[in-house]
Structures are given as C-alpha cells and as structure tokens.
C-alpha cells in the first residue's frame, strides 16, 4: 500500500483528497502548511507528496526545495491556472508533475501513478511507451516493430521525452539534456526536431503534446 | 530680485528687466542722498569720509543688485566724488596722489564686486537648479516606488480574491468526480460549476488585461499546438459541432506569445459554440501574409446583429438576442489580450451568412523546415 502525503492549506481539500486516495487504497497523511509538511514527509515517509503550491507562509516552492534537499519522493504539485512561471520553477526544482485546479480525480490519479513509476531506473537498456521502442544500445527506435530512422538529436530528444513518458518535461529540462545549452536559439531548434519527430511517428505512435509557456510530455495514445 | 536669480539675467544681462531699471534709479537717488550728506558734513569729517561712504554704498549695492547698476553707481559716485569733494572742487581735476588712488580704489572695488557678484549669482542659480533636480528625482523615486507599491498590492489582492473564489470551485469540482457520473442532479451542478469556473475566470482575466501588467513572452511556436491548447478547455463545448481547421499545415514557425493566443481562439470558439446550433461546423482558417499571421475564425451561426461589430468587443457587451449566460466579456479579453500581443481583431457577418471574426498579429517567423 502506498502512502501519500497531502500539504495543502485548505481543509476541505485536504479531506476530500483523503477520500479520493483512501478510496485507491492510498494510506494518507496529511500537512496544513509547510513546515510540518516537511516534518510529516521525514517522520512518514510517503510514497508521493501532494503539494500546493500556494501555501501561506512558507510557499510551496520553498517546501519542495527544501524537500528536495534529503529526499527524491515523487512530488505532484497542486497549482491554479495563470501561474505557468511558478509551474515551470517548481518542474525544475525537482516537482515531478503538476495538475492545474480545479482538477479532475480520473486525471490526478492518472497523475500519481505515473510518477509513481519509480523514475526511469536504467537497468534494461530499452525503453518501451507503448508502440514505440527505443534501444539504447544500438541508437535504435521503433515504432509498431518498424525501424523509425531518427538523427542523433531526434533519438535523444525523443529519449528524453519517453524517460519521462507521461510526464511534463519543461523546455530547459530538454535542452539541457540534448543540447547541454549549446545552441543559439534553442527553442526554435526544439520546435524544428519536435516537428519532424510528430511526423516520423504519425498518428499511431505516442502523441508528443505541447503545454503552452511548460512543456511537452510524451502521451501514450 | 527674483528675476535676477534667473539664469538668463545672469548670463546675459543685455535685456534689461523691470527690477534693473528700478535699480538704476536707486542707484542714482543713492548716491544723490549720499552726496548731499556728506556735502553738508563736509566741513566735519573731509573728503575721505565721503570716499568710503560711497564705497560702502556700492559694497552694499552689490551684495543685492545686479552688475550693471553696481557699475553705474561706482562711475557715478567716482564723478561725484571728483567733481564736488577732491580738492580743487568743481573740477575734474585730482591734485593729490593719495586722491588719485582713491579715485582708482572706486573702480577696481565696484569692478571686482560685480565680478564677484556675478560668480556668486551664477552658483546660486546652479546650486537652486540642483536642488530643484534632486527633488524632482526623489519625487520621481517616491512615485515610482508607491506605484510598484500599489501594483505588488494589486497584484496581491488579486491573488488572493483568486485563490478563494477558485477553491469552492475545486472543492465542488473534485467532490461531484466523487459523487459518480450516473446521477442526473450532479450533472447540473456540474455544468453550473463549469459556468462558474468560466465567469470566475473570465472576470480574473479581464482585470489582468486592464491592469496593463500583461506581458507577452513570445516564444517560437507551432500553430498545431496553439490551436490544440485553445481547443483543449472548450472539448465538452465543440464535441457538438465539427471544427475544421485549415491553412494550419504551410505556416512555418512562429514567434509569438502562444499561451495568450490560445486564449483568444479559446474564447473566440466558446463564443462559436455558444451563438451556432449545434451539427453546425466551425472553421478556423490560418494564413501568413508577410509579418502578420491572420486568423480567421466562422461559425454558422446567426451571425451579428447589424451595426453590432465594433460594440461587440466592449465590456459587458451582450448582442439583443444573445443566449442567457455569459459575461459579456470574453470578446472584452480577446481583444484586450490581442492589443497586448501588438495585434488587433475585428468581427463581421460573413456574405454567406454566419459571424466571422479575424485576428491580426505581427509575428516574427522562420522556415519549419
């Protein structure tokens, strides 16, 4: 049984997500702000961490930092819509997704499993979102068993992408993966390889999906 | 004097000012009464009594006037004193060495007090202006530092009026995912919620447009992924109409803020979905002439009420016979954010019937390929 942690300042929340994740057999405890979110998460040490981000007093971004300091427990993070830089920030201060409220309950849990899924641990050299099959042994990607021919920065691009299968990835995230930063204008380069990478992979294969002002994720079909 | 404080007086004193005459006639009136005096006192005191006394005057004088009556008053005085003291009297003529020293000592005295004068004046004046920037600089820095001021307040006060109207609304939202989707009386909370979502929404929008601190961040984009974004909120909406989009297929990148286009098609098509009956299509069309991309966006509804195209886009703005509900306000955004973006948008009943709106956006653009 996996333990969740919910910090959120809002009680009603708090209770109804407690419902939604005991109903999924989720053991839950749960935070009014972020201080005791953090003794929470050391004395608990759940399985998944359900932030808001906009906690008084100690704000959710300062909490996942802090987080971030001793542990690498999945972090969903709770935001409003318009709030796209503070999303961006807490992507790239190690929050592992986000939903935007109001959410739906089939979404967030869709959420929550799939950053469950431990992070991509590379102890098989393939790497599998369903039709779509990359070796990463031989620089090698299929899709449906048909070999897809790729350039270097497409397969590490769409590496990248299928790591974090399912999950937001933010543009500097991907390009300081691929590009180590060394391009001049690396989003319209990004943009460039997207395009031609949606076209290798046509309608049947996992849809790369951009969120305006985040990123892209990689969805399953 | 206070036009003598004024630079122009000092640097060039040739238009002679209202206070400059009125100080040549004191001057003169002066040096009249002074000389009068000292002629009665003359058998008692002599003749260098009236030297200094004179040259006290014109000291006096031109610690407060300006160079030109200093001037006059030291020549005049000098005259005086020649003419009627310095033995022989009545004449011009100076026997006396010391006399004649005296009568030089008039001259370099009344020279170098205007000299001095002038000096001073002009630092005065130099040092009023400075003083008179400095605090027009704190005053700069003291509004500017309260409108920053009220603007962080704004802007919190703004968040947290967000955060409290969008809670209930989550709260309601998750609780009905709860409740199940068979029950027909949680379906109609449902859709109210969604209304009130968008109201909430919509009102929060507008007044980020109209505080003006919307700023664009333009960055390369794919015009799949715009529309995508835009289409995304309004699914529930556009499942009842067939959305057909063209022109999207040769447009290269572009770079442009997509987060507030998708916005503005997102309210155009809600808009679409709300005035067209439903089976109806909609269409977007996209084109790219120079550095302007066009949008077209048609629905097959009614189309507009006559004379309507430009009130359309005014707050609470509602056409006559217009579904119940909505705020009125989603044009209101369109094109407030479109201006932001340096971009515009007009409306107009398509000839072969149906609203047809277009959007006009200046974008920076480079081959796709």
């Known amino acids: 049984m996996s333990k969740a942690l919910i910090i959120d300042d809002e009680q009603q929340m708090r209770r109804l997500l407690r419902m939604v994740l005991e109903s999924r057999g989720y053991e839950v405890c749960e935070a009014a702000e972020g201080q005791l979110g953090l003794q929470e998460a050391a004395f608990h040490r759940p399985d998944v961490v359900l932030l808001d981000l906009g906690l008084p007093g100690m704000n959710g971004l300062e909490v996942l930092k802090r987080l971030r300091e001793w542990s690498d427990v999945p972090v969903l993070v709770l935001s409003v819509r318009d709030k ?128 305006p002002g985040i990123g892209y994720r990689l969805e399953d079909s | 004097m206070s036009d003598a404080r004024s630079p122009s007086v000092q640097v060039s004193p040739t238009p002679v000012s209202l206070a400059e005459v009125g100080q040549y006639s004191c001057g003169l009136t002066l040096v009249f009464v002074l000389a009068s005096t000292c002629w009665v006192l003359l058998p008692y005191t002599g003749d260098l009594f009236a030297a200094l006394v004179f040259l006290m005057a014109i000291v006096l004088a031109g610690t407060r006037w300006n160079r030109g009556p200093v001037l006059m008053m030291a020549v005049v005085s000098a005259l005086v004193w020649d003419y009627f003291f310095i033995p022989p009297q009545f004449t011009l003529n100076i026997d ?59 802007r919190t006060l703004l968040d947290s009026v967000a955060h409290e109207l969008k809670t209930p609304i989550a709260i309601i939202r998750t609780a009905l995912d709860g ?144 579904p119940t509900g909505g705020t009125g306000l989603g044009l209101a955004i369109a094109r407030g954010l479109m201006r932001a973006m340096k971009g515009d948008i007009e409306a107009h009943t398509h000839p072969e019937g149906g609203a047809e709106f277009v959007l006009h956006l200046p974008v920076k653009t480079r081959s796709a390929a």
């Open chain 2, 179 to 322: 409740l199940g989707q068979g029950n027909p009386y949680a379906k109609e909370i449902e859709t109210a919620n969604r209304r009130l979502q968008r109201i909430v929404e919509s009102f929060l929008e507008m007044t980020q447009v109209e505080s003006e601190a919307l700023e664009p961040q333009p960055d390369w984009c794919e015009i799949g992924d715009v529309l995508h974004a835009a289409t995304k909120p309004n699914q529930q909406e556009l499942a009842a109409h067939t959305l057909r989009i063209t022109g999207t297929e040769d447009l290269p990148l572009l770079r442009l803020d997509s987060r507030l286009l998708a916005q503005v098609l997102g309210n155009l098509l809600h808009n679409a979905t709300r005035y067209a009956p439903s089976g109806t299509d909609i269409e977007i069309h996209a084109a790219l002439a120079g550095n302007t991309l066009e949008l077209r966006v048609r629905d097959h509804g009614p189309g507009l009420p006559l004379g309507s195209e430009d009130q359309l886009f005014e707050k609470f703005y509602r056409a006559p016979d217009s």
């Open chain 2, 96 to 154: 006396k060495p010391q006399d004649m020293v005296m009568f030089s000592l008039f001259f370099i005295v009344a020279l170098s007090m205007g000299h001095l004068i002038t000096r001073l004046r002009a630092r005065e004046a130099a040092l009023a202006q400075h003083h008179q920037e400095r605090e027009h600089l704190l005053e700069l820095k003291h509004r500017t530092e309260m409108l920053a001021e009220s603007e962080r307040l704004h």
């Open chain 1, 84 to 211: 796209e830089t503070i999303k961006v920030e807490a992507l790239e201060n190690g929050a592992d997704d986000y939903v935007t409220k109001p959410f739906g309950t089939a979404e967030l849990l869709a959420r929550l499993t799939v950053i469950q899924r431990r992070r991509f641990t590379r102890q098989s050299a393939e790497i599998v979102v369903g039709e779509l099959k990359l070796d990463l042994l031989h620089h090698e990607a299929s899709l449906d068993e048909a070999p897809l021919k790729l350039t270097p920065t497409e397969f590490a691009l769409l590496k990248v992408l299928a790591e974090h299968a399912g999950r937001i990835v933010t543009q500097n995230q991907i390009m300081k993966q691929v590009w180590a930063g060394q391009t001049s204008d690396p989003s319209e380069g990004l943009r460039v390889h997207i395009n031609h990478l949606r076209k290798k992979i046509g309608e049947s294969g996992p849809r790369i999906v951009n969120e």
